[in-house]
């Protein structure tokens, strides 16, 4: 999940649309640039991060059932993993096939081009045999255009919480993206954040080294950069809130004053009253039965629910019907 090639008039305009809108609000897919890749990398290792750790648990203990599914088929197939990211969590599969000289082909789908020529490079390092089609594209395209659709049966991975990043209507297009970009016994493993005490799910967006902070604020960071804008850092302050109810931790930037800001390449300025808010990034917190839901309506049934030994997190098994 990386914004960094995006082209600079998508940034500039979904900037000007986001901070035109009451409330305010910008679009967290801007949050990865160079500095927020190492950012998310640092987050990734935070003590309060659990996400990260309980999903590398479940490919470390159970990638065997996972993989049981895919391989009963006896034939070559395709890894497609969309927001592949570093690979840290996929070499896991990736080694426990290499080594057994199963044939397929990995495709990994990310929208930031300087990952993905990491990844390649590391995988070329680690698996040299490997077949790597590396693809440049958003989530979305990448399941419209199916490169690797060719008759051979498709495991897609959309692992990291990822779709959790999306608000509950946007995550039911990105899964019917998933029906359509897929034919009858694909299958699909999907990592969800699952519903937990509310405290430690706040606590992982609020650490207490402030990485988590520092990422929110390099939206900011960005803008100033790219779009010669001359927002005060300091000023704002990182607030996330976590609703029990609807699961969702939201991460706000709160303006600690009344002031305004100009972003010359908008040739705009914007007001901020004291305490108003803009809104950075939703990460959604998922129950198993909210995500069984979310398999039929896109026209796939559950294979298996696999979940860490606390119950933190699920990697979830589908087969298109
Ligand atoms: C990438 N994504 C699943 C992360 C999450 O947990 O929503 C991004 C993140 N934002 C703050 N911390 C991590």
């Known amino acids: 999940m990386n914004a960094k090639n995006t082209d600079f008039g998508t940034f500039a305009q979904d900037v000007m649309l986001g901070l035109n809108s009451n409330p305010k609000t910008l679009p967290s897919k801007y949050f990865y640039d160079a500095k927020g890749d190492k950012l998310f990398q640092q987050i990734m290792a935070l003590p309060e991060y659990?996400?990260?750790?309980?999903?590398?648990?479940?490919?470390?203990?159970?990638?065997?059932?996972?993989?049981a599914e895919i391989l009963s088929l006896?034939?070559?197939?395709?890894l497609v993993e969309l927001g592949a990211g570093d690979g840290m969590k996929t070499k896991i599969l990736l080694r426990y096939l290499t080594d057994r000289k199963i044939e397929f082909t990995y495709y990994p789908v990310d929208f930031s081009g300087s990952v993905l020529?990491?990844?390649?490079?590391?995988?070329?390092?680690?698996?040299?045999?490997?077949?790597?089609?590396?693809?440049?594209?958003?989530?979305?395209?990448?399941?419209k255009k199916q490169v690797w659709e060719d008759g051979k049966p498709n495991l897609i991975l959309f692992m990291g919480a990822n779709l959790g990043n999306f608000g509950v209507e946007e995550a039911k297009n990105i899964i019917?993206?998933?029906?359509?970009?897929?034919?009858?016994?694909?299958?699909?493993?999907?990592?969800?954040?699952?519903?937990?005490?509310?405290?430690?799910?706040?606590?992982?967006?609020?650490?207490?080294?402030g990485v988590t902070r520092e990422f929110n604020l390099n939206l900011l960071d960005r803008i100033n950069r790219e779009l010669d804008a001359d927002f005060d850092r300091?000023?704002?302050?990182?607030?996330?809130?976590?609703?029990?109810?609807?699961?969702?931790?939201?991460?706000?930037?709160?303006?600690?004053?009344?002031?305004?800001?100009t972003?010359?390449?908008?040739?705009?300025?914007?007001?901020?009253?004291?305490?108003?808010?803009?809104?950075?990034?939703?990460?959604?917190?998922?129950?198993?039965?909210?995500?069984?839901h979310l398999a039929a309506l896109g026209g796939f049934e559950v294979?298996?629910?696999?979940?860490?030994?606390?119950?933190?997190?699920?990697d979830v098994l589908w087969v298109k019907k």
């Open 50 to 67: 659990y996400l990260t750790r309980k999903e590398y648990e479940i490919l470390e203990g159970q990638h065997r059932q996972i993989l």
């Open 74 to 78: 006896q034939k070559p197939f395709n």
């Open 117 to 143: 020529v990491e990844l390649e490079e590391s995988l070329a390092e680690e698996f040299p045999t490997l077949e790597v089609h590396p693809i440049q594209d958003t989530y979305r395209d990448s399941l």
């Open 176 to 209: 019917d993206h998933l029906r359509v970009g897929t034919k009858k016994g694909d299958l699909v493993l999907i990592g969800f954040d699952l519903k937990k005490d509310p405290q430690t799910i706040l606590n992982a967006y609020h650490d207490e080294q």
């Open 234 to 261: 300091d000023s704002f302050v990182h607030w996330p809130i976590y609703n029990p109810v609807s699961g969702e931790c939201r991460s706000y930037l709160v303006s600690q004053k009344a002031q305004t800001v």
């Open 263 to 292: 972003i010359g390449a908008l040739n705009q300025t914007f007001y901020f009253e004291a305490f108003e808010s803009i809104f950075t990034e939703i990460s959604k917190k998922y129950s198993l039965s909210e995500i069984s």
């Open 303 to 314: 294979m298996g629910n696999f979940v860490d030994s606390e119950g933190y997190f699920a």
